[in-house]
């Protein structure tokens, strides 16, 4: 019979201006393999990284083993058996794959029978043994940067089960995989499971869960949605109910009116420096007054479709153009020439000069502009103008108005500056990349506005972003992004969260 | 403001440090600062040798700090890039050596200048060019540049250029030095720094085109934050070339104005000090051309002073390259203090 191994008992976490946790109650069984799924920012790793001591609940208790446990630091919870493997590996790239495997925990063996040192054949041998127990193969004396992603998440799980460890945490282990790899590694994770280990997997990839979980936990804004047997649920209730909400339509919108088209995009693709391909022969057109946006989870080359219409990264195949004018290969000043605006998604290194006064950082995309230099020399007196104008205009409140250093401000004012920059500059394609990430309610509602305000202005929209709500909110047209490849594009009015969700995971296909 | 009490206060602590180790030597901390004044010309001096005056020791004093002025602007500039130019000492001499050799075929000032500016600047852009192309760190292959030049310059002395009886170089000739060494004006003799004008209005220069030109902009927006400047459209490469390749001129003419200036000849096998001195005088001055001036001015006095407090006092001439690397400790740790505040 199924014997509870960890129980999570009204668990609450918060963190400054959110909820990751709220009154979260589940109890995993010795022996299964229980899946955590969730959006992102759902509260799935931060559930688990409770688990592993990162994090503390602020309330609620956690019971190992039938007894209460404050599991405060990562080396308790070793000594608990209990291991993680993280989405970003902690491994030393130039020791060998055992090295890293016996790290703090090094056989010794007395050289000369006084001195003592690492038993480094001993370790080799003991790990070449675990390995071909569990079905992981791979050589002891291979050094790490030698080896794939696929081989160095081997390597962690090796470590854990070095560890002896029992309760085996898995954070999106298949987000670095390719289709062969994951395949693989479900065999893995099924053998593990026969040899009585507990695996948490958190993903939010639906297909995976379905092969290989028994049991199935869903968070939707840090809620306990529900805990499903995965061989009775389907994927499409499990999507569902991963974004299943009351959408709540709070900006004001008329009727799109579409004018002609201003970007279309033909069989654009995009290799990341690594050389995978993250955007994968991508067609769409967006027309002037429209909102359309790129739906997906993070990841799915959304970052990488918007720095290169932006001109930030190369396409290596494929056309952009820009009212009839050909950008494929225009740099990224061309770009802002021709009339293309760009909130990007970090504000923070690449939308912002921190350390900049408010002043400085408004005309960083046109201080070479007759506006406001001339034969490079810059005209005080129209940074100071154009500065107070979008303070004034766009609300951004800053201690010393102008001379405020940008790095001082709060994100959202920050993020109000970025916009105002590229509102202000009045272009025909306006590109918002997760324009409201870590804003409060507030703000977002403001920015909502300001994006259906520049399509009734006659601005092409791209608005590319991970939260539905918003997509749902603004959008005219939805495209839903899932490994590089957009799967569908629709009027928003023919497209339901539900469908959305399906598309976005990949289950439901054009 | 905040920058300039930072500053200070760096300042202030390290006169202190001085102070405490002058005076467990058993030494009046008082008077040997006083003598560092004096030996600067700032304050009269009991009694004076023929020809001399607080008025000429002054200029020797000015004289001093014209390179210190050039090489600090070099550091500043490049730190304003995003750029850590510790080779100014090779700069230095590269331009040094270049304009002994010109002069040696055209005595005269505006090419020893001239020829100075673009000497260090074609080291400054090689280091930026590796940078850019290669990504080579900036700190390594320009510390590397130091003894290639230094050696590559020994080499050229040794074999061409040696005066056998002072085992320096030869002497510039004076039509092409920038200094009047011993000029007569009524009844003293003294040195006149005639490149000290050039170094004012360079730092002035220099300022406006911070503050006030697109490159200026570019490069305070490169060297804070590359990925923003690139987002802008900026040409983030050549900006960053551009930078070194300045720098490299200003530590150029910083060579010039010593090694054919304060100095008229070059010592084979050293590297000049000032060039990592020029690293404090910078942060002291807040990486700020007008504060640099400024700086300089301070940290001369300790440089220059020196071997009067040591006559006097008969301490070693070293205590005042000891308080000048508690300063340069200081002030590094101001400016994190400035950078966490924000």
């Given at each position: ?6 129980e999570f008992?009204?668990i609450?976490?918060?963190?400054p201006?959110?909820i990751?946790n709220?009154d ?8 299964e393999i229980?899946?955590?799924l ?11 990284s409770?688990?592993f ?6 309330e ?9 446990e404050?599991?405060n630091?990562?080396?308790y919870?070793?000594?608990l ?17 055992a ?10 063996r007395k050289f ?6 690492v ?7 003991d ?8 079905g992981l193969?791979i050589?002891?004396?291979d ?6 992603v ?11 089960l070095?560890r002896e ?9 298949t ?6 790899e994951?395949?693989?590694l479900l065999f893995?994770l099924d ?6 280990k507990?695996?948490i ?5 639906l297909n ?8 199935c ?20 209730e499990?999507a569902?109910?991963?974004?299943g909400?009351e959408?709540s339509?709070t900006?004001?919108?008329?009727p ?6 201003v970007l279309?995009?033909?069989g ?14 991508v067609n ?6 429209e ?13 990488e479709l918007?720095?290169?219409i932006a001109?930030?990264m190369?396409?290596?195949?494929g056309?952009?153009?820009l ?11 061309e ?9 990007p998604?970090?504000?923070h290194n690449?939308?912002?000069v ?19 230099s ?6 005080e ?9 979008l ?6 409140r ?11 401000m ?12 590229e509102?202000?500059?009045q272009?025909p394609?306006?590109?918002f990349?997760q324009?409201?990430r870590?804003?409060?309610a507030?703000a977002?509602?403001?920015?909502h ?7 009734d202005?006659?601005?092409?929209v791209?608005l ?5 709500d918003?997509?749902?909110d603004c959008?005219?047209t939805i495209?839903v ?7 569908k ?9 539900d469908?959305?969700?399906?598309y ?7 | 403001?905040?920058k300039?009490?930072l500053?200070c ?8 440090f ?8 058993g030494?009046?901390p008082v008077?040997?600062?006083?003598n ?7 304050m ?5 040798a023929g020809?001399?005056?607080?008025f000429t ?58 020829a100075g500016?673009?000497a260090?600047a ?15 760190n ?9 003894s290639v ?7 050229y ?11 320096q ?13 011993g000029?007569r004006?009524?009844?003293l003799?003294?040195d006149?720094?005639?490149a000290?004008?050039l ?8 300022h ?11 490069v305070?927006?490169t060297?804070l ?6 987002y ?15 720098s490299?001129a200003?530590?150029g ?18 590297t000049?000090?000032m060039?990592?001195d020029?690293?404090?005088?910078s ?11 400024l700086a300089?001015?301070?940290i001369?006095i300790?440089?220059?002073g020196t071997?009067?407090?040591?006559s ?7 205590i005042?390259?000891?308080?000048t690397a ?6 590094a740790c101001s400016?994190v203090l ?5």
């Open positions: 019979m199924s014997e509870p191994i960890v008992r009204h609450t976490k918060r963190f201006g959110i990751a709220d979260v109650s589940l109890t995993i069984n010795k022996g229980f899946a955590v969730g959006e992102n920012g759902a509260g799935k790793s931060t559930l688990v409770m688990l001591g990162m994090y503390e609940p602020d609620g208790e956690i019971y190992i083993r039938g007894k209460r404050r599991i630091s990562p080396r919870a070793t000594q058996s209990i291991g993680m493997v993280h989405q970003e590996f902690r491994l030393v790239s130039n020791y060998t794959v090295e890293n495997i016996i790290l703090g925990l090094e056989p010794e000369l029978g006084l001195f003592p040192c038993d480094i054949r001993k370790a080799n041998h790990i070449a043994e675990l390995s071909e127990r569990y193969k050589n002891p004396e050094v790490i940067e030698d080896l794939n696929a081989s160095r998440q081997k390597v962690e799980i090796l470590k854990m070095y460890a029992e309760i085996l945490i898995f954070d999106e282990p987000a670095v995989l390719t289709p062969q994951i395949k693989a893995v053998g593990l499971r026969d040899y009585g507990t695996i997997l958190i993903t939010h990839k995976e869960i379905k092969a290989v979980a028994d049991r936990a869903i968070l939707n804004h840090g809620k306990l949605a529900a805990i499903l047997d995965v061989k009775t649920t389907s994927t499409d499990m569902r109910l991963m974004v909400r959408i339509f900006t004001e919108k008329t799109a009116e579409f004018g002609d088209t279309k995009v033909e654009l693709t995009v290799k990341t420096p690594s050389g995978y391909d993250a955007v994968k022969s769409f057109e967006i027309h002037a007054g909102v359309f946006a790129v739906a997906g989870v993070s990841g799915n080359g959304q970052n918007a720095d290169s001109g930030l190369p396409c290596s195949s056309r952009i153009t009212n009839g004018q050909d950008i494929t290969h225009a740099s990224v000043r770009r802002i020439n021709a009339g293309i605006a760009y909130i998604e970090d504000r690449v939308g912002l921190l350390d900049f006064t408010l002043r400085d950082n408004f005309p960083l995309r046109q201080y070479y502009s007759p506006a406001f001339s034969k490079g020399v810059i005209s007196s129209a940074f100071n103008e154009h500065g107070q104008k303070l004034d205009r766009y609300d951004i800053s201690s010393q108005g102008n001379a405020t250093i940008t790095r001082s709060s994100g959202g004012n920050q993020q109000k500056a970025i916009i105002a920059r509102v202000d500059m272009t394609l306006i590109i990349m324009p409201t870590g804003l409060d507030g977002v509602m403001n920015i506005r300001q994006i259906v305000a520049e399509r202005r006659g601005a092409a791209l590319i972003s991970l939260d539905l918003e997509i749902m959008a005219d495209a992004i899932y490994n590089g490849s957009i799967n594009v629709a009027p928003a009015s023919e497209l339901s969260v469908d959305i969700g399906l976005m995971m990949g289950v439901k296909k054009e | 403001m905040k300039l009490f500053s206060l760096a300042i202030v602590i390290s006169l202190l001085g102070a405490l180790i002058l005076w467990l030597m030494k009046d008077a040997a600062y006083m560092l004044l004096q030996g600067s010309g700032l009269h001096k009991v009694k004076y020809r001399q005056s607080m020791d002054f200029m020797s004093f000015i004289d001093a700090m014209t390179p210190m002025i050039f090489a600090s602007l070099s550091v500043a500039l490049a730190l304003k890039g995003g750029f850590f130019n510790i080779g100014v000492s090779g700069q230095m001499l590269a331009a040094g050596i270049a304009a002994h050799m010109l002069s040696g075929v055209i005595p005269s000032r505006v090419l020893v200048v001239l500016f673009l260090g074609v080291v400054g852009a090689l280091i930026g060019w590796l940078k850019c192309r290669f990504n080579v900036e700190v390594v292959s320009s510390i590397m540049l130091n030049i230094m050696y590559l310059v020994t080499f002395i040794n074999v061409f250029y040696i005066n056998p009886v002072s085992r170089s030869k002497s510039i000739a004076d039509a092409a030095r920038l200094t009047l060494n000029y004006w009524e009844n003799k003294m006149i720094p005639l000290f004008p170094a004012v209005i360079t730092a002035l220069f220099l406006w085109v911070l503050e006030r030109t697109t490159y200026g902009y570019e305070k927006a060297g934050s590359p990925k923003a400047a690139y802008a459209g900026m040409n983030v490469n050549r900006t960053a070339l551009m930078t070194m390749t300045l490299g200003l530590a003419l910083a060579g010039v104005s010593y090694f054919c200036g304060y100095l008229a000849a070059i010592q084979p096998g050293v000049p000090s060039g990592f020029a690293i404090a005088v942060l002291l001055g807040g990486n700020n051309p007008v504060g640099c001036v300089s001015f301070l001369t300790i440089s220059k071997v009067y407090m040591s006097r006092q008969h301490i070693e001439p070293e005042a390259s000891l308080i508690f300063i340069l400790t200081f002030a400016a400035d950078r966490r505040k924000k």
